[in-house]
C-alpha cells in the first residue's frame, strides 16, 4: 500500500498541459515540406515509394495515401524533406495533397471546417466506438496511448466506449477486410443516429500498403459518409486528439 | 533422415532440398522429437510441393525436406493425430490447397470461411455460451472468442480468428516492401522487418556491416523493453492495480520516444531496409538511451517491487491461467509464453548469432501462470535492457562504416528462411526464387500461429472474468496470425 502511494510521488505529474499547442520532437516524420526547384526529375522518389503517393511536375504527396515512411526523402537530392507538424487530419481527402505552396500553417488552416450542427449536438464531448477492420495494432496501440497519462485525452470529454449503442461515431482502422466488412457496417448500424465516421491511418483511408490485396473489402465507403480523415501510419496520438478536438470546435 | 541441415539466415539452392515420398516423411515426423518451424505448401506445376522446416534448438540447425503430393491427391492420413505439433500446420495447408488431412481431430477454418464456422458446443443442465468478438470492447484487434460455461467456469473457449486477413503472403510475392513488412504486425515491426530483411540479404547473398547489424539488433531490444513494460501495465489493469496501470504506461512511452528520436517513428519504422538501416546512433545518442534506460529500469524496478509486494495484486495473478510444460510442448508453444512455462527455447541463442555473443542467458523460474507471465516480462525487460548497453558499447567501438550495402539480385532457384526472435517469440519468414530470381513463395509465421490454442487451454476451468488478465498474459497477436 504504501510502496504504491510512494509511486506516485515518484511519478509527478505525467500529462501534457496544452494538448494543442505539445512540442514535438524535431525527428518526427510529419507533414511534408516539398522543395520543386531542387527535383532535377529523376523519379527516385517514385521508384523507392511503394504506395504510389509521390508525383513530379510538381513534387505532390498524397498523404492518403503516405505512410510517412520516409523513403522517399532517401533517395532525393533534397527536395523532399519532413517537417514535425503532427496535426495532419482533414474533413475532405482533396485537402490531404500537399504540395510546394502547402506550409503547415496554410495546411493547418484549411484542413478542418467548423461544423455548427456538430458543436450543438456533441458540446464538445464525444464517444466512439472504434473498429479495427485489418489495421496492424499500431494505430490500435497508439489510439489507447491517447487514453493514458501522458495524453489523458478523456479530460477533452473525448472516449472510446464498449459499445456501439453508446457511441457518437466510429473510428475505423486497417483497410477494411473481406471478413471484417459485415462486422463494420453491423456496428454502424447499431451507432444511434446522429453518427459520425472517421478514418484513422493511411490504411484506412486509401488501403495504404495493401491497397493491391483482393481481400479487401471497401464498399462501406461508398456508402456512408466520413466526416474525417487521419493519416499517419500509425496515427500518433496527438494528431488524433487534435483532429478531435478540431473537429468538434465552436468556432 | 532425409533431410538438408542448414542455418539460420542462410540461402541453399532449391535443388538440395531432399523430395521425399509423403508417407516416409509422415512417419519422420511422426518419429522425430525436433519441433516444426514450417509446413506449407507452393504450387509446383503439377503438384503441390510441401516443405517441411524443423528446428534443432540444442545444435541450432534447421532441417528441411519436402515432398510433391500431385494435384489429384485430395486426402492424406493427419500427422496430428500421431503428433499433436502439427495441428496448426496441417489446417493452414488444408486451406490454402484443399488436400484434406483424415482424422485431424479439429480440422475448421483457419483465416477464411468463417461462415461455415462450427462451433463446439456442450450440453447440459446450467451449460451456457459466451460469445464476443469480433468487436471487443477496447480498442483492439477482431477476433471472435467462444465460450463454453458452466456457471462461471469455463470449460472451453474456442477462438476463432481470420478477420484481419489481408492476403499478405500473396503481397509479398506481388509486391514485397519495407513499408508492407512493417505493418504486417504492427507491434513487431523490428522483429518483421528484420526476418524479412535478412532473408532478403541471404537470398541475394548481400553482407550488410556490423554496424547496421548492431542497430538492427538495438531496435529489437528496445521494441521489446517497451512491449513488455506496456504489457505489464495491461495486465495490471485487469486486475484493476491502477498505479501499475498508468507508470507502466508512462515508462514505456519514455522507451518509445527515445526510439522516435533515432528513426522519427514511436514504433521503429522506417529503420529497417534491405541492406542495412537507415538510420544511424550516435555517441551522444547512445549516450541518451543509456540514460534513459537507467531512468526507466529504477521506476520498473520501484513500481514491480511494489506490486508484488501487494497481496492483492499476487492472490490474483497466482495460480490463475495455468497451463502445464506438458501442455505447453504438446501444443508446440513458442517464445515468451513457452518460457513462461519453462520451455527454454529462445531463438536469440539457439541459432548462433555472433552480436549476441558474450550475452549471458539467464535462466527463469517458471511457474506457468499468470505471475509467471508478468514476472518473466519483468526479467526480460532487465536482461535487454543489459543487452542493449552491451550492443552499444560494441557499436560504439565499430567506427564508421556504412549504413546500407546495396543488395544484389536475389539468386535464382533458392530456399531461405529467417528466424528473429521478437518480443513474441520466433518470427520465422521464408521465401523462394524461382529461376528468373523472382520470389515466388513467401511464408510468415508469427508465434502468435503456436499461442493462441495455448491461451485457450489456459483459460479452461478458471472463471471468466480472469480471461481478460489470461489474454493480456498471452498477448497474442490477431494481424501476425491472419496475415
Ligand atoms: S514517405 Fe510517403 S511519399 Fe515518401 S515513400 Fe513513404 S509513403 Fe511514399
Ligand atoms: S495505418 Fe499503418 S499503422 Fe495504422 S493500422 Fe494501417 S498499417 Fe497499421
New binding site residues.
Given amino acids: 500500500m504504501f510502496e504504491t502511494l510512494k509511486m506516485k510521488l515518484w511519478q509527478k505529474k505525467q500529462y501534457i498541459k496544452d494538448i494543442k499547442n505539445a512540442p514535438m520532437r524535431e525527428q518526427f516524420r510529419g507533414l511534408p515540406k516539398l522543395t520543386n526547384s531542387i527535383c532535377n526529375g529523376c523519379e527516385q522518389c517514385i521508384k523507392a515509394c511503394p504506395n504510389n503517393a509521390i508525383s513530379i511536375n510538381p513534387l505532390k504527396i498524397d498523404m492518403a495515401k503516405c505512410?510517412l515512411c520516409g523513403a522517399c526523402k532517401n533517395f532525393c537530392v533534397g527536395a523532399i524533406n519532413f517537417t514535425n507538424f503532427y496535426k495532419l487530419a482533414a474533413d475532405k481527402p482533396e485537402k490531404l495533397i500537399v504540395t510546394e505552396e502547402i506550409t503547415p500553417e496554410l495546411y493547418y488552416q484549411r484542413a478542418i471546417e467548423v461544423r455548427k450542427e456538430i458543436y450543438s449536438i456533441f458540446n464538445r464531448s464525444i464517444k466512439f466506438r472504434q473498429v479495427?477492420a485489418?489495421?496492424?495494432?499500431?494505430?490500435?496501440m497508439?489510439l489507447n496511448a491517447c487514453g493514458n497519462a501522458n495524453f489523458d485525452m478523456g479530460r477533452f470529454g473525448i472516449d472510446f466506449v464498449a459499445s456501439p449503442r453508446h457511441a457518437d461515431g466510429i473510428v475505423i482502422?486497417?483497410?477494411i477486410t473481406k471478413n471484417m466488412a459485415y462486422a463494420l457496417e453491423d456496428c454502424y448500424k447499431s451507432t444511434p443516429d446522429p453518427k459520425v465516421v472517421i478514418l484513422?491511418?493511411?490504411?484506412?483511408?486509401s488501403g495504404?500498403?495493401?491497397k493491391d490485396s483482393l481481400e479487401l473489402n471497401r464498399e462501406f465507403l461508398d456508402k456512408y459518409k466520413i466526416d474525417l480523415y487521419i493519416p499517419?501510419?500509425?496515427?500518433h496520438p496527438l494528431t488524433f486528439i487534435n483532429a478531435i478536438l478540431d473537429f468538434v470546435r465552436k468556432k | 533422415m532425409n533431410y538438408y541441415v542448414m542455418k539460420n539466415n542462410q540461402r541453399i539452392n532449391l535443388l538440395d532440398i531432399p523430395t521425399v515420398n509423403f508417407e516416409s516423411l509422415r512417419a519422420q515426423l511422426i518419429a522425430t522429437n525436433l519441433r516444426p518451424i514450417a509446413f506449407f505448401g507452393s504450387d509446383w506445376g503439377e503438384n503441390i510441393k510441401l516443405f517441411v522446416a524443423l528446428a534443432d534448438d540444442e545444435k541450432g540447425e534447421i532441417l528441411v525436406t519436402s515432398s510433391l503430393i500431385h494435384k489429384s491427391i485430395k486426402e492424406y492420413e493427419s500427422i496430428t493425430k500421431e503428433n499433436s505439433q502439427y495441428h496448426m500446420f496441417e489446417r493452414e495447408f488444408y486451406e490454402q490447397f484443399g488436400i484434406k488431412p483424415l482424422n485431424h481431430p479439429w480440422l475448421k477454418p483457419v483465416r477464411k470461411n468463417q461462415d461455415d464456422y462450427e462451433f463446439f458446443e456442450m450440453q447440459g443442465a446450467e451449460t451456457h455460451q459466451v460469445a464476443v468478438g469480433p468487436i471487443h470492447a477496447g480498442v483492439i484487434e477482431p477476433g471472435h472468442f467462444r465460450f463454453n460455461c458452466q456457471g462461471e467456469k469455463v470449460y472451453n473457449l474456442e477462438i476463432m480468428l481470420g478477420y484481419q486477413h489481408r492476403g499478405v503472403e500473396d503481397l509479398m510475392v506481388k509486391n514485397p516492401s519495407n513499408q508492407l513488412v512493417?505493418?504486417i504486425c504492427?507491434d513487431s515491426v523490428i522483429a518483421y522487418s528484420s526476418a524479412y530483411s535478412q532473408l532478403i540479404e541471404a537470398l541475394s547473398e548481400t553482407k550488410i556491416t556490423p554496424r547496421a547489424e548492431i542497430i538492427r539488433r538495438i531496435a529489437l531490444e528496445m521494441e521489446r523493453i517497451a512491449i513488455h513494460i506496456g504489457d505489464m501495465g495491461a495486465i495490471l489493469g485487469d486486475i484493476a492495480y491502477l498505479m501499475g496501470k498508468e507508470t507502466y504506461a508512462v515508462t514505456r512511452t519514455l522507451v518509445i520516444n527515445t526510439m522516435l528520436e533515432v528513426s522519427g517513428s514511436r514504433?521503429i519504422?522506417g529503420l529497417t531496409t534491405v541492406g542495412g538501416v537507415n538510420f544511424d546512433i550516435s555517441a551522444d545518442m547512445s549516450e541518451k538511451i543509456i540514460s534513459t534506460l537507467d531512468y526507466v529500469k529504477k521506476t520498473v524496478d520501484k513500481m514491480t517491487n511494489a506490486a508484488l509486494n501487494s497481496p492483492t495484486v499476487i492472490s490474483r495473478l497466482e495460480k490463475t491461467g495455468n497451463i502445464s510444460f506438458e501442455s505447453a510442448q504438446e501444443l508446440n508453444m513458442v517464445g515468451l509464453m513457452a518460457r513462461s512455462c519453462g520451455l527454454n527455447i529462445d531463438s536469440r541463442f539457439d541459432f548462433e548469432d555472433v552480436y549476441y555473443k558474450g550475452i549471458e542467458r539467464k535462466a527463469f523460474r517458471a511457474t506457468n501462470d499468470a505471475y509467471s507471465r508478468f514476472r518473466i516480462r519483468y526479467k526480460e525487460v532487465k536482461d535487454s535492457i543489459k543487452i542493449v548497453k552491451k550492443l552499444l558499447e560494441k557499436l560504439n567501438k565499430l567506427g564508421n562504416q556504412a549504413l546500407i550495402t546495396t543488395p544484389n539480385c536475389l539468386v535464382q532457384n533458392s530456399f531461405a528462411l529467417s528466424i528473429v526472435e521478437g518480443w513474441r517469440g520466433e518470427v520465422v519468414h521464408i521465401a523462394t526464387t524461382d529461376e528468373s530470381g523472382k520470389i515466388s513463395r513467401y511464408k510468415i509465421k508469427d508465434p502468435s500461429f503456436n499461442n493462441w490454442w495455448g491461451l485457450s487451454i489456459a483459460v479452461r476451468n478458471n472463471g471468466i472474468s480472469d480471461f481478460p488478465l489470461c489474454n493480456k498474459g498471452f498477448d497474442l497477436s490477431y494481424c501476425g496470425f491472419d496475415l
Fill in positions: 505512410t479495427s485489418g489495421g496492424c495494432n499500431g494505430c490500435e497508439e482502422t486497417g483497410p484513422c491511418g493511411t490504411c484506412a483511408i495504404g500498403v495493401f499517419g501510419c500509425p496515427v | 512493417e505493418s504492427g514504433f519504422r
